[in-house]
């Protein structure tokens, strides 16, 4: 007898009470009742509906060696035969019978529940949700923002921690215990300020300094903040960057006391205001300042040039406010020696080329979820930070080009066994550009005019000028925001590039950036704020010093142990041989490494 005809025969029986671990379907009968309660509540996707509708063969019937004995089926009359779907299933013994009936998918009542949604969520704020999941979920350093805050300005807002301090313009200081679990993770990788605290927090070398800061202020910053605390320095601190601030650790220092003036995505007027606020304190006079890209120390010299007679020192860590420096030290206008950290083996050969080695892929995933394998990408500059770049590129499959002025490092590049080109020569064709130079306008309206459609433009150097985006904001093009720090600019003709971070830092604004190499650079930060300010008289003039290459040597062997490394040890004959003290410094100052 036929499936169809055994199922014919049935349509009036209905399984009850299946009991036991017998072989039965694994979904479970429903009453009409729960069938359309649950119809309400869930929808039952295509795919469901295909596989319920399906009618099971019967297979040839096996004797086992123990047979399993099925419950009965007991006849009854249904009332509403249509609810039979006409299916059956076989048991073990090789009875056929009905299959648990599910309510069969109605898709054009399920067109009209879908129209009977709220109607309130418009085109535009629905995008707007997403936009915010997606901030959620690829914001910089996950930030914990609360959307509930997003519309009222920190400026506007009177926060106070839990002593009663105010001291401070944050995001939110409810996100302190969030910001405070990071800084504890950072710590963990910060093995060389943890050691500084412990070997140099009896001394004090920094009791009495006044420490103004402007940098990133993220977990990393804030285990150096701490650092410079125990180290006996009172701080402040501003952000210098409006996109890079992590919310929570802002809260978290805010919250331990210090005066902390940041949140992520400050606007201009904002940015100078934290500056200011930091600075023009009634009762508080720095005499140190640490900067990243020198708008700190340009904000001073702009309105408040009298307080440079009470400065011992700046310590610089950025290519362009090192330039800066320079500048005034040429112009004769610099008041106060200045340490340059950008320039010692610490930072460039171990910040700018091995962190950047490793979050140029995490910026651009994060923002973009682009595949690297095959993608045709061009990195203007071949510094420590290009070399970065270009090794993690090159080791993802990317066909890297290069663009450079310096023959030495454009040789470099070649040796290196990339293709060294001008960027108007394959800007047509190049699927990624970044910029790593620290120089203004490398990508100007002309170049993106010529890109391909989907292009993605993005910063790797400090500066946020090496890309024209003031050519961008023109009537012509139509910016569409796609979610946090990710922008399309779009041509009349449809065409449109994938600009992030507006131009500014990609790493630091939309990703983060690998904490033990941070820990290097911190830790020069604070070994040049010890010596700048516990430089006797005379020692610094007014101009701009490499830190000493013995501090750099220090630094690098205090994360030594991390990786359970051995030093070799000079014997007195070497030491000797090589006109060398056994302690260092052992390369001399021209020594490239």
């Given at each position: 007898?036929?499936?169809?005809?055994?199922?014919?025969?049935?349509?009036?029986?209905?399984?009850?009470?299946?009991?036991?671990?017998?072989?039965?379907?694994?979904?479970?009968?429903?009453?009409?009742?729960?069938?359309?309660?649950?119809?309400?509540?869930?929808?039952?996707?295509?795919?469901?509906?295909?596989?319920?509708?399906?009618?099971?063969?019967?297979?040839?019937?096996?004797?086992?060696?123990?047979?399993?004995?099925?419950?009965?089926?007991?006849?009854?009359?249904?009332?509403?035969?249509?609810?039979?779907?006409?299916?059956?299933?076989?048991?073990?013994?090789?009875?056929?019978?009905?299959?648990?009936?599910?309510?069969?998918?109605?898709?054009?009542?399920?067109?009209?529940?879908?129209?009977?949604?709220?109607?309130?969520?418009?085109?535009?704020?629905?995008?707007?949700?997403?936009?915010?999941?997606?901030?959620?979920?690829?914001?910089?350093?996950?930030?914990?923002?609360?959307?509930?805050?997003?519309?009222?300005?920190?400026?506007?807002?009177?926060?106070?921690?839990?002593?009663?301090?105010?001291?401070?313009?944050?995001?939110?200081?409810?996100?302190?215990?969030?910001?405070?679990?990071?800084?504890?993770?950072?710590?963990?990788?910060?093995?060389?300020?943890?050691?500084?605290?412990?070997?140099?927090?009896?001394?004090?070398?920094?009791?009495?300094?006044?420490?103004?800061?402007?940098?990133?202020?993220?977990?990393?910053?804030?285990?150096?903040?701490?650092?410079?605390?125990?180290?006996?320095?009172?701080?402040?601190?501003?952000?210098?960057?409006?996109?890079?601030?992590?919310?929570?650790?802002a809260a978290a220092l805010a919250e331990g006391g210090f005066s902390v003036f940041a949140w992520k995505g400050e606007s201009e007027d904002d940015f100078w205001w934290c500056i200011d606020r930091c600075v023009n304190v009634e009762g508080w006079q720095p005499n140190m300042i640490l900067d990243d890209g020198g708008d700190l120390t340009h904000w001073i010299y702009k309105k408040y040039p009298s307080m440079f007679k009470k400065i011992k020192g700046i310590v610089e860590e950025s290519v362009t406010g090192v330039h800066r420096l320079y500048q005034l030290s040429k112009a004769?206008?610099?008041?106060?020696?200045?340490?340059?950290?950008?320039?010692?083996?610490?930072?460039?050969?171990?910040?700018?080329?091995?962190?950047?080695?490793?979050?140029?892929?995490?910026?651009?995933?994060?923002?973009?979820?682009?595949?690297?394998?095959?993608?045709?990408?061009?990195?203007?500059?071949?510094?420590?930070?290009?070399?970065?770049?270009?090794?993690?590129?090159?080791?993802?499959?990317?066909?890297?080009?290069?663009?450079?002025?310096?023959?030495?490092?454009?040789?470099?590049?070649?040796?290196?066994?990339?293709?060294?080109?001008?960027?108007?020569?394959?800007?047509?064709?190049?699927?990624?550009?970044?910029?790593?130079?620290?120089?203004?306008?490398?990508?100007?309206?002309?170049?993106?005019?010529?890109?391909?459609?989907?292009?993605?433009?993005?910063?790797?150097?400090?500066?946020?000028?090496?890309?024209?985006?003031?050519?961008?904001?023109?009537?012509?093009?139509?910016?569409?925001?796609?979610?946090?720090?990710?922008?399309?600019?779009?041509?009349?003709?449809?065409?449109?590039?994938?600009?992030?971070?507006?131009?500014?830092?990609?790493?630091?604004?939309?990703?983060?950036?690998?904490?033990?190499?941070?820990?290097?650079?911190?830790?020069?930060?604070?070994?040049?704020?010890?010596?700048?300010?516990?430089?006797?008289?005379?020692?610094?003039?007014?101009?701009?010093?490499?830190?000493?290459?013995?501090?750099?040597?220090?630094?690098?062997?205090?994360?030594?142990?991390?990786?359970?490394?051995?030093?070799?040890?000079?014997?007195?004959?070497?030491?000797?041989?090589?006109?060398?003290?056994?302690?260092?410094?052992?390369?001399?100052?021209?020594?490239?490494?």
């Amino acid at each position: 007898m036929s499936v169809q005809a055994v199922t014919a025969k049935m349509a009036e029986v209905e399984l009850k009470d299946v009991a036991g671990k017998a072989a039965s379907p694994a979904i479970s009968p429903l009453t009409p009742k729960a069938e359309e309660k649950k119809s309400e509540n869930n929808s039952t996707s295509p795919s469901a509906a295909a596989a319920a509708a399906v009618t099971v063969e019967p297979s040839p019937v096996t004797t086992a060696p123990n047979p399993v004995k099925m419950p009965q089926a007991s006849a009854m009359k249904r009332p509403d035969p249509q609810l039979n779907g006409g299916e059956a299933f076989v048991n073990y013994d090789g009875t056929v019978a009905e299959a648990p009936r599910m309510k069969k998918i109605q898709f054009a009542d399920q067109k009209q529940e879908f129209n009977k949604r709220p109607t309130k969520i418009s085109r535009r704020s629905l995008s707007r949700s997403i936009s915010q999941s997606s901030t959620d979920s690829y914001g910089s350093a996950a930030s914990y923002t609360d959307s509930s805050d997003d519309e009222t300005s920190p400026r506007d807002k009177q926060q106070k921690n839990s002593k009663g301090n105010a001291d401070f313009c944050i995001k939110n200081i409810k996100q302190a215990d969030f910001g405070r679990r990071e800084i504890e993770i950072a710590e963990q990788e910060m093995p060389a300020l943890m050691a500084l605290r412990k070997r140099a927090q009896g001394e004090k070398p920094l009791a009495g300094a006044k420490i103004v800061g402007c940098t990133h202020i993220t977990a990393q910053t804030a285990v150096l903040m701490e650092t410079l605390s125990a180290l006996g320095a009172q701080c402040r601190w501003a952000a210098c960057n409006i996109y890079s601030t992590q919310n929570e650790v802002a809260a978290a220092l805010a919250e331990g006391g210090f005066s902390v003036f940041a949140w992520k995505g400050e606007s201009e007027d904002d940015f100078w205001w934290c500056i200011d606020r930091c600075v023009n304190v009634e009762g508080w006079q720095p005499n140190m300042i640490l900067d990243d890209g020198g708008d700190l120390t340009h904000w001073i010299y702009k309105k408040y040039p009298s307080m440079f007679k009470k400065i011992k020192g700046i310590v610089e860590e950025s290519v362009t406010g090192v330039h800066r420096l320079y500048q005034l030290s040429k112009a004769g206008k610099l008041c106060v020696p200045a340490m340059n950290v950008n320039d010692s083996v610490t930072k460039q050969k171990f910040d700018n080329l091995y962190c950047c080695r490793e979050s140029i892929l995490d910026g651009l995933k994060r923002t973009t979820d682009v595949m690297f394998g095959g993608k045709q990408v061009v990195v203007c500059g071949y510094g420590e930070v290009g070399k970065g770049c270009c090794a993690a590129l090159k080791a993802m499959g990317s066909i890297v080009y290069v663009t450079e002025i310096d023959p030495i490092c454009a040789l470099q590049a070649c040796m290196d066994g990339f293709r060294l080109v001008k960027l108007n020569e394959v800007i047509r064709q190049v699927d990624i550009v970044i910029t790593c130079t620290g120089n203004k306008n490398v990508v100007v309206r002309e170049y993106m005019d010529r890109m391909k459609n989907g292009c993605i433009v993005c910063n790797m150097g400090h500066s946020n000028t090496e890309i024209d985006v003031a050519s961008l904001r023109t009537p012509e093009l139509t910016w569409e925001r796609v979610r946090s720090q990710v922008d399309h600019v779009i041509w009349p003709d449809g065409k449109r590039i994938v600009l992030l971070a507006e131009g500014r830092l990609l790493n630091l604004s939309c990703s983060t950036v690998p904490t033990f190499v941070l820990s290097i650079t911190a830790t020069t930060q604070a070994l040049a704020l010890i010596e700048l300010y516990n430089a006797p008289e005379g020692r610094y003039k007014q101009d701009v010093y490499l830190l000493p290459k013995k501090m750099d040597e220090y630094v690098a062997s205090l994360h030594l142990p991390t990786f359970d490394a051995h030093l070799t040890e000079l014997s007195d004959e070497q030491a000797k041989y090589l006109g060398l003290n056994k302690n260092g410094p052992f390369k001399p100052n021209y020594y490239r490494y």
